[in-house]
């Protein structure tokens, strides 16, 4: 069954194959073109660096219409990932365009990584030291990167 947002994610996958952003991959999971594995390598030169961290992206019927639910697999520890994986990232609520592809998507998140908004947090631990405590901070995202090396 070939709907729109079926179309649209074949095209964003080829797109992906054909181009890929650094640092990021994607694809279907077992032939489901609407459940995606995706992966974000940590950004060089960051504390996030030489991390490996896999990501699941569910899409909806409504895509592009309507965003996907894109949730970290790996354990994070990131002042807008809540507990359960899940990302808060105003692109995927209520800054939400179908102008986005899943690059977008994962590029936005990749940023996220070094860039966070401690105004807003999903974790308030983590926000707490970003804000206030730099080193331990970089310490405890350091312990995450390892940990994303040996995780299933």
């Known amino acids: ?23 990021i991959s994607g694809a279907p999971h077992d032939n489901n073109i ?27 019927e409504d895509y592009p219409n309507k965003p996907p639910t894109v949730r970290f697999v790996s354990r994070m520890f990131h002042p807008n990932i809540y507990a359960d994986g899940s990302i808060c990232l105003d692109i995927l609520q209520n800054q939400w365009s179908p102008i986005y592809d899943v690059a977008a998507i994962l590029t936005s998140i990749q940023s996220l990584l070094c860039d966070p908004n401690p105004s807003s947090p999903a974790n308030s631990e983590a926000a707490r030291l970003f804000s206030e405590n730099k080193r331990e901070y970089n310490k405890r995202v350091k312990e995450t990167v390892e940990q994303s090396w040996t995780a299933d």
């Open 1 to 23: 069954m070939s709907t729109p947002s079926r179309k649209r994610l074949m095209r964003d996958f080829k797109r992906l194959q054909q181009d890929p952003p650094a640092g």
């Open 34 to 60: 609407m459940l995606w594995n995706a992966v974000i390598f940590g950004p060089d030169d960051t504390p996030w660096d030489g991390g490996t961290f896999k990501l699941t992206l569910q899409f909806s």
